[in-house]
């Protein structure tokens, strides 16, 4: 151990010096010193780990020992840590060289520690996980005073949770599964709890003592009868301790063996049904049941937040989850890749900002990278869903239809719609009529609808395809079930409302003129189905409201966080892009769980904007102004929250803030608005308008009374941070951003407005 590394009660060696042979001696425990440098202090505060939770937790980390492989693993698990730094290296995502995590590491029971904290937050979430540790301190017969608080062992969880989130330790978890029926929410007939739901905390410490003495070579074998929280056991054992695994179902078919007889396997794990089973333990035998949930509710009132965590890999997801759609659709492969191919024309010509894009609202509509639309997205779907890559002849199809025209992708989708409808054997799809005034039904008892499958799928492709994956995350079973659930009640408030699915919730696209107003693209609107999908957990409509403008966050081990981070931009299609690792936010020593935007700042007084002479061809030139930019970041009273702004400094010694989340909501919803077939465009109909040379203040031009409309043009080059100065200073206006179309296409929008409006290019 170096010098400035953690030192407790030894010299040096590879475990603290009050664990000996496995054993923790409390009297050396607790006459031990920590010796560690001022930096490594600092990290613990920065963790919000107190020096004696983490001696506490090298102790629980002494109870146990990884075999070789699950050594390996954890070896692999910790060089693959990575992370990235934003705008001016002020904020670091994912796991950086100076975080929490090397300091345990550092020794073999913090390797331990770190595991046993990593794994459980993987499957359970950290809540569960504190809970957990705090159970096992008890089940060791350590002393009472020096166990720390629950809200210690959260905090310990939490700067372990997400290192193995890229590894396959989900992966054995999903295998040891089996059939994912176990999942489902059903509620159990005794109980009245949902069958799929995490055990009591109790009983899963419980059955991990039980495998801590198995490593210790204490115990022979354990036999683990439960719910799907036997996955977890299986898993860690397997994964972890090199042990040999037998899994059963209720049938007694196997579903899992590394050991050629079941009867000399060190785990023997037997899914039952909780109807059958005590929620107590077996002390006359080496048998542990995984009891109900119930008394985790005090975490939550929310069941499905105590949902069991599996990952599954994105090479087999969508048969693993929907098998039987998937199959029926594969076989039905022109059916569905006329669908996916004409959604993408779709998409494509509202992205391209199309003349004809029917009545589909360009407003609501901010799907601007490459890869959500058009022949991107075709591509997209090979690559997101590789099972689906390997259909004979996919490609081809979805290729042709993506080509159509507009009109026609229109027709065919409806046609594809109307073909899975006939086709689909499942309870949404039969009489609809009949079913027109029916209340919505639960969204997770339908799993078999080709056509809720194929529009989930549809979902999945444009939300996967805007992220920038910095690693190989799998997504969690729970998130691809709810995000399929998203869409059945979409497709099910259509039935009710208009006899059939119609193309626009097929897409979930908005139309013009129904009223109907989409939710404002904010931060926390954007990243809720990402956040869903690697976590499990789909934000509320209410915590969407309250994290509005909240930038990045760090969730169960799962760092997510906007591009504007990296920096300013005014382009739709990179601020669109969302970053996903594993780890959490970072500034120097310090870890965070999230960032936010800066309240509203004073509206600066800048001078007064000079217009150019009106006319009818907007001159070329672009303007030069001098601003400087740099980024602000502050921390929020009560620690664990960062707010993270930029600020552009002009030669007038004046600051304007710009809002990272705020800008980004601005340029998704004004980019996309005029309509223009950009590089073939042979417009040549330019309207009278007026060029900002100088100044910012525009309030003095933009009269309404009794003036006709005129365009005002704010002229910078392409991604220039005057732009997005501009866009700041718009707030409250009406403005157009241009991306890309042709200036007479620009003016001509303007135009036709009834007010004044500013087009920013």
Known sequence: MSST???????????????????????????????????????????????????????????FELGKKGAQNMDVALKSLSGVFGYDKLLYYGFGYRSFVNILTETKVGVNLVALCACLVEMHGVPVAADVLAALWKLEAFPQKFEPAVSQFNALATACAGVVAATTFGQVGDIMLGDIRKLIPGKSIVTGLPMGAISNADDIAKALHGLFQISRNSLEYIEVVGGANCTFIGAFAHWLLDLTVHVEDEEGTTIHQNSSNPETAQVRIRYQSLDRVSTELHIASTTYVLGNHSEMLVHTPWEEDLSLLIRTPWDCCLERVFWNSIRR???????????????????????????DVGEFSRADFAEFVYGTYGHGFVKSVGNVFPELGRVDGLDAIMLDASNASFKQALSSLQMSIDSLVRLCECDICKDLASRRN??????????????VTTVAITSLVRLVAGMKRHCTINPTIAGLQHLYGQCLQRIEVSCRTNGSPTIPDALGLLLNPDGLTGYPLTPAYLMADVQCLFTGHRPTQDEIHRNNYRTAFSYNGICCYLEVLHGLSSNAAVLRRIHVLPGRIQR???????????????????????????????????????????????????????????????????????????????????????????????RDLIFPCQVIREGWDVGDHRTTSGQPSECLIWPFREDDVGRCVAIEMSQGKAFYIRQGECLPCCTKAASASSYPMIMII
């Open 588 to 682: 120097g020593d310090r870890e965070y769980t999230m960032v936010w935007d800066s309240p509203p700042g004073s509206q600066p007084q800048l001078p007064k904007a000079t217009l150019g002479v009106k006319t009818v061809t907007p001159s070329s030139e672009l303007r030069d102004d001098s601003i400087d930019i740099k980024a602000l970041v502050t921390e929020v009273s009560g620690g664990g929250q960062l707010i993270f702004y930029y600020q552009a400094l002009f030669q007038e010694a004046r600051v304007v803030r710009i809002r990272p989340g705020m800008l980004t909501q601005r340029v998704l919803e004004h980019s996309g608005l005029i309509v223009c077939d950009k590089l073939t465009c042979n």
């Open 5 to 63: 590394a953690l030192q407790i009660g030894n010299d040096g060696d590879a475990n603290p010096g009050f664990v000996q042979q496995g054993q923790v001696d409390w009297v050396s425990f607790g006459n031990s010193t920590i010796s560690a440098s001022i930096s490594v202090m600092q990290r613990f505060s920065a963790a919000g780990v107190q020096p004696v939770t983490v001696a506490g937790g090298l102790a629980l980390g002494s109870r």
């Open 438 to 451: 029916t209340d919505t039904r639960d969204a997770t008892k339908d799993k078999d609808c080709i056509l």
């Open 329 to 355: 659709l594969k076989r039905v492969s022109r059916i569905l890749g006329e669908f996916l191919g004409s959604a993408a024309r779709i998409f494509a010509a509202l992205a391209g900002g199309e003349a």
